[in-house]
């Protein structure tokens, strides 16, 4: 009998909201990296037909151009969707405790807010008055997405 081999899949889409703003900096070889985290909520109903909510808090991480696409768009409270790829990473804390992390290392960053940037470079939220030629406003949720049936579960 052949040697079967699991394929080797790793991909996650996530959607939430940023818990805070994203914290950006740059490598020593100066390569742009951002890190965030956001909330994915999920509602259901439980054994007594009651909606109950549960929260998970998801690590993201982004590289390159995508790192700069975040720290101009995205402040606490935004809405994203991500698409990547787990990844884990270990390290030592001062007092000498080894901790790791599993987070999403974004491939993709679908942002789900319509923003504008001011001039002073502050990121104006729902900005429906707001002009400017280089400005880009997108859709305020992914409701967009729903089927009519999804959208129905979500109603209280």
């Known amino acids: 009998m052949a040697d079967l081999k699991m394929p080797e899949i790793n991909s996650v889409v996530v959607a939430g909201n940023l818990t805070k703003n994203p914290v950006f900096r740059e490598t020593s070889n100066k390569t742009p ?9 999920r509602r259901y109903k439980d054994s007594n ?21 975040c720290r101009q768009r995205l402040i ?9 790829e787990l990844q884990s990473r270990s390290w030592k804390t ?3 405790h080894n901790r790791t992390i599993v987070e999403i290392k974004a491939k993709r960053i679908q942002f ?3 923003f504008a940037k001011a001039e002073n470079g502050e990121i104006v939220e729902d900005a429906s008055g707001f002009e400017s030629e ?5 859709e305020n949720s992914f ?5 009519d049936e999804e959208s129905d579960l979500l109603k209280d």
Do not use: P
């Open 33 to 41: 990296v951002v890190n965030f985290s956001i909330a994915a909520n």
């Open 49 to 69: 037909g009651q909606w109950q909510e549960d929260v998970c808090y998801v690590g993201v991480v982004a590289w390159n151009k995508l790192a700069d696409s």
């Open 76 to 84: 606490k409270g935004s809405a994203v969707l991500v698409d990547g």
């Open 94 to 96: 001062e007092d000498g």
């Open 112 to 114: 789900l807010n319509k």
């Open 134 to 138: 280089d400005s880009e406003f997108e």
């Open 143 to 147: 409701d967009k997405f729903l089927t």
